[in-house]
Each structure stands twice: as structure tokens, then as C-alpha cells.
């Protein structure tokens, strides 16, 4: 069986939560570790990202999670959103897509970040919108 090592640590810099597209992963790490200069995290997927955090069906069970494990347990000190363009979990369940959608994600975003604060004073929350110039290129931008 092949070993594979690790580093033993406990304490992360801050809870990233973005959509599960798979699209998007390895750039939304490449993000957070090189432009935000994150190295260790709690990431929390759901398809829309930060969507998880207003709806009815999630929004309690991922907020308990990041005060439990990424707050108490980790030490976080930072939660980071991401949101991103042609959002299927956007389409899905709630029904916007294109323009509206990134209307909609930007509102959200704001809510949920004024919400952040107000439960979890002290940690500081930044929010990202992830849009694609090209075919092959995408950008984070900082709200």
C-alpha cells in the first residue's frame, strides 16, 4: 500500500465557499492560494456556491458547519465566497440564468456577506465573482 505524507496542523486562515462545478475547481484553488495567499482552508462546495447560505434546505446546515469546524475548531479568521458566471445551480434551482443570474449572484453575495458579519463578528468576509473572458480564460473579480 503506498504511504502519502502530510502536514499535521489544525488551524486554517479561512472557510472558501464556492460551486461544485467541476470547471472551476483547480482555478478557485490556484485563486485562493496564489492571489489570496491562502494556504489552508476549509472548502465548502454546493452548486451555486454561497447559495448554499440562503437556502431554506442548506442555509442552516452550512452555517453550523463553518462556526463548528472552520470558526471553533480551525481558527478561521477569513470566510472567502465565490461566485461564478453560467452557474448551472443557479439555473437549476432557482431558476435565473445569463444576465439575470448574475444579477442575482450579486445581490446574494451582498446579503450573504452582511449576514456573515452579523453572526460572525470579528471574521472578515470578501466576496469574488469568478467570470470567463474566453473559452480558455477566466478572472476573479473582487466585490
Given at each position: 500500500m503506498k504511504t502519502y505524507s502530510y502536514e499535521n496542523f489544525h488551524d486554517v486562515d479561512a472557510a472558501v465557499i464556492f460551486c461544485v462545478d467541476p470547471r472551476f475547481w483547480a482555478q478557485t484553488q490556484q485563486f485562493v492560494k496564489?492571489?489570496?495567499g491562502i494556504e489552508?482552508?476549509?472548502?465548502?462546495?454546493?452548486?451555486?456556491?454561497?447559495?448554499?447560505?440562503?437556502?431554506?434546505?442548506s442555509q442552516e446546515l452550512y452555517y453550523g458547519l463553518?462556526?463548528?469546524?472552520?470558526?471553533e475548531l480551525h481558527s478561521a479568521k477569513k470566510i472567502i465566497l465565490?461566485?461564478?458566471?453560467m452557474c448551472g445551480g443557479y439555473?437549476?434551482?432557482?431558476?435565473?440564468?445569463?444576465?439575470?443570474?448574475?444579477v442575482r449572484q450579486t445581490a446574494d453575495l451582498e446579503k450573504i456577506t452582511n449576514d456573515l458579519k452579523e453572526?460572525?463578528?470579528?471574521?472578515?468576509?470578501?466576496?469574488?465573482?469568478l467570470k470567463t473572458i474566453s473559452d480558455t480564460e477566466l478572472t476573479f473579480e473582487k466585490l
Open positions: 496564489e492571489e489570496l489552508k482552508y476549509d472548502p465548502y462546495t454546493y452548486p451555486g456556491g454561497p447559495l448554499c447560505l440562503l437556502r431554506e434546505d463553518i462556526k463548528a469546524a472552520s470558526i465565490i461566485s461564478h458566471a439555473r437549476l434551482m432557482e431558476g435565473v440564468q445569463g444576465e439575470e443570474a448574475i453572526r460572525f463578528p470579528g471574521v472578515e468576509v470578501e466576496s469574488y465573482f
